[in-house]
């Protein structure tokens, strides 16, 4: 399967929302309180708080393509639009999401590997990324791809305190 990556802009806002919601509710709604969860959902993927993120020029949003049907979106932060790190030679990855459609195909791998060539070229010297400490099918893939937790921090879900595990990628290693 030939992919391509596209960086979006601000037309893409309407399916970038879409995709985040559609993706995000059916990994975590199972998980969560449905009031919080809800009032999670109405924020992180509202229109003006994605076109904000869309504008930021320390945050790229790609969609991910196959015979120009979406597969799913990856998210990068560097500098100051990075959560934690806020390292020069650090790239944080924000998001990676598949439609559901498409996984099981081994369509995460394939992201995450054009993510490390995109923090290479951009002279990067370490990928990292939160995980949810409760999505262990997460984890297990991240170090199967060579990640390794080095931290956690507070994420909340309304008000649900919960703990993701720092990651990280030493691009050297490549």
């Not at 369509?107 to 290479?120: C, M, P, S």
């Not at 937790?149 to 990280?168: A, N, R, V």
């Amino acid at each position: 399967m030939e992919l391509t990556y596209t960086k979006c802009s601000l037309t893409d806002l309407q399916q970038l929302r879409q995709i985040s919601e559609q993706t995000f509710v059916t990994a975590f709604e199972k998980d969560n309180d449905p009031n919080d969860f809800k009032n999670y959902i109405e924020n992180a993927f509202a229109l003006e708080q994605i076109k904000e993120e869309l504008l930021n020029p320390d945050s790229d949003f790609f969609f991910v393509y196959s015979n120009n049907e979406i597969l799913g979106y990856f998210k990068l932060n560097v500098g100051v639009a990075q959560s934690d790190i806020k390292q020069d030679d650090s790239i944080e990855l924000e998001r990676i999401y598949v439609l559901v459609e498409h996984q099981g195909l081994g369509l995460g791998e394939v992201f995450l590997n054009h993510i490390k060539n995109v923090a290479l070229k951009r002279k990067k010297k370490m990928l990292w990324l939160g995980v949810w400490e409760q999505n262990i099918r997460a984890i297990i893939f991240y170090e199967r791809q060579g990640f390794r937790k080095f931290d956690t921090h507070p994420y909340f879900i309304g008000s649900d305190e919960q703990t993701d595990w720092l990651m990280c990628f030493h691009l050297s290693t490549l």
